[in-house]
């Protein structure tokens, strides 16, 4: 698959057929993310792979936890709440597999340095017939002390994305995407009015 098709065909992949990924194949995505660029080349990454089934509902069910027991935690567009207090809601959808990539040190840029690797990582993963998603609701739970020891996290990295990746029960369709808006800036002579939102 050339690179424009893995671009254009990622999806969020939230159902899985329970199969298992290879370990080779694991190495090869992270192989994958580590060709991102890092500022300063400082490539200051690491990755933690859970594909242990009762751990990853140990997580699932934590991180809901503290989710539910944040003061605060809303989602304006979703009812977050119900699905997080449903005891048979897994967060990570039955994945096999959670990579966490995690940025060590703080020094500027290690998040986006951690953000370029995960997209190099579920477009390697599309490539390879994976599906991925970044689940932003473990990301709480994981920052925390317990969330980093369950993890193996020594105290100077900061987990930034966990993403999961297993086979797809069926690939997502299409989501239509908004024109994006763009300000030419120079000696361009096309439609120099300015950007309104």
């Not at 089934?53 to 991180?63: E, H, P, V, Y």
């Not at 989710?67 to 979703?78: M, Q």
């Not at 994981?142 to 994305?161: D, H, Q, W």
């Amino acid at each position: 698959m050339n690179i424009d098709e893995a671009i254009w065909s990622r999806r969020a992949v939230r159902e899985y057929d329970g199969r298992a990924v290879e370990e080779a194949v694991i190495r090869t995505l992270v192989d994958a993310a580590v060709q991102a660029p890092s500022a300063m080349n400082r490539q200051g990454w690491a990755f933690s792979v859970v594909t242990d089934k009762g751990l990853l509902a140990d997580i699932s069910a934590r991180s809901k936890a503290h989710l539910l027991a944040t003061p605060g935690f809303t989602h304006s567009e979703h009812d977050l709440h119900a699905m997080l207090a449903d005891p048979t809601f897994d967060i990570f959808y039955q994945a096999p597999v959670l990579v966490l990539i995690s940025s060590s040190g703080d020094v500027p840029w290690v998040i986006e340095d951690s953000a370029l690797a995960a997209e190099n990582l579920m477009l390697a993963a599309r490539a390879a017939g994976l599906g991925s998603c970044w689940i932003g609701l473990a990301q709480a739970w994981i920052e925390t002390p317990e969330g980093k020891s369950t993890l193996r996290l020594s105290a100077e990295f900061r987990p930034v994305a966990p993403i999961i990746l297993g086979y797809p029960k069926a690939w997502p369709a299409p989501v239509p995407r908004k024109s994006p808006t763009i300000q030419w800036i120079g000696n361009r002579t096309l439609d120099k009015a300015p950007i309104s939102v």
